[in-house]
């Protein structure tokens, strides 16, 4: 089954900085990227997401890049700011049947500091 | 229109006591999944569902059951809790042939 390898575990960045979130998968059928974040207390929630016919997306601050080749992806934040602080968990979602799952990586608590 | 919506939101048990975590979603999803999730951990999915009246199981499946009578709700069972199932629970639906996936708000389950 699909495994997805997430790095670091912990991040943190001076505001304004940019970071960056790795992750890596294991099955080369997985065709679906999101990316969640979730605040201290609070239910995961999408930020952004990548199809496996798409190498790099954008949204504002937020992008996200994927090496199909390679199988992995990366999530960058630039211009961090306060409110980035929280856990941000990759995933991966397979194609070959119904029972297709996303599954998650471990997670990365991201600090971002004053 | 409310979501995933997860009934308790906190509860504490003792050894050896039942419950049952229910989830429901008004998006006529049909996929439902469990997870649990705990420190350093991300996020293992317990059990799932593709449908009404079908279960399967996830990484991490025993000591749970499920149950799936109707589409929109999807039922964690602890027959018998123990310390190591004290977790933050979260359940998620999606549509077949979706990819995004909505979380409910958790529910906070200690076992003492």
């Known amino acids: 089954g699909e495994n997805v390898e997430q790095h670091p575990s912990t991040l943190s960045v001076q505001e304004g900085d940019s970071a960056v979130i790795k992750c890596t998968y294991s099955d080369s059928a997985s065709n679906y990227f999101p990316w969640y974040k979730q605040e201290l207390g609070k239910r995961p929630q999408l930020i952004i997401d990548?199809?496996?016919?798409?190498g790099e997306k954008k949204d504002q601050r937020i992008a996200v890049t994927l090496n199909k080749t390679a199988k992995h992806f990366s999530l960058h934040i630039t211009e961090t700011q306060p409110e980035d602080s929280a856990v941000y968990f990759c995933a991966a979602k397979g194609s070959r049947n119904r029972d297709d799952k996303i599954i998650f990586g471990k997670g990365t608590r991201l600090h971002i500091l004053p | 229109n409310a979501g995933v919506t997860q009934t308790p939101k906190f509860r504490v048990l003792k050894t050896g006591q039942s419950m049952t975590l229910l989830c429901a979603q008004d998006?006529?999803?049909?996929?439902m999944y469990w997870y649990r999730q705990d420190p350093g951990m991300g996020l293992r999915l317990i059990h799932y569902s593709v449908g009404e009246g079908t279960t399967a199981k996830g990484e991490v499946p025993d000591g749970y059951n499920v149950s799936r009578l109707k589409k929109q709700n999807f039922l964690l069972g602890l027959e018998s809790a123990a310390p190591s199932q004290t977790s933050v629970y979260f359940c998620?639906?999606?549509?077949?042939?979706?990819?995004?996936?909505?979380f409910g708000a958790g529910t906070r389950l200690s076992v003492l």
């Open positions: 998620a639906s999606r549509l077949a042939g979706g990819n995004i996936q909505y």
């Open positions: 990548i199809r496996s016919n798409v």
């Open positions: 998006m006529n999803h049909e996929y």
